[in-house]
């Protein structure tokens, strides 16, 4: 099924994000930048969006199909509120987010590779899948 490998990278991606951050703190900021532009905002949109569905497409054949629905609805949702919060409000928070101390910004990068590292561990094949 595509649908788990395209969730799969992604996953992944997450995880290897997280783990920068966890590195390097300040990288979420420059990760974050990446965003905070009209159209850096709306590809944020589409992703979110697609993410979402994908990951509902994938959670029946999940070993937590449940946690993938959710994550999947919560995907989806952010996805739709992004716009209304919109890009202002956005790069309020990524100020915000710029001045915190190092150690809550490795917390946030530690929580993204978890949750990476969950979303890989929950849709990838279990061996009688083959």
Do not use: H, N
């Not at 490795?106 to 990838?124: D, E, H, K, N």
């Amino acid at each position: 099924m595509i649908a788990r490998w395209i969730v799969t990278g992604f996953g992944l991606f997450v995880v290897c994000v997280g783990t920068w951050v966890l590195v390097q703190p300040y990288g979420l900021k420059e990760f974050a930048d990446l965003f905070l532009t009209p159209g850096g905002l709306w590809f944020a949109v589409a992703l979110r969006l697609t993410m979402g569905v994908l990951l509902w497409i994938c959670a029946s054949a999940s070993r937590t199909p449940l946690v993938v629905r959710v994550l999947g609805a919560m995907f989806f949702l952010s996805g739709l509120a992004l716009p209304i919060v919109g890009l202002d409000r956005m790069l309020q928070l990524a100020e915000w987010g710029a001045i915190r101390d190092p150690s809550a910004l490795r917390g946030v990068g530690l929580v993204a590779a978890v949750l990476g590292a969950f979303i890989v561990w929950s849709v990838w094949p279990r061996r009688s899948e083959g």
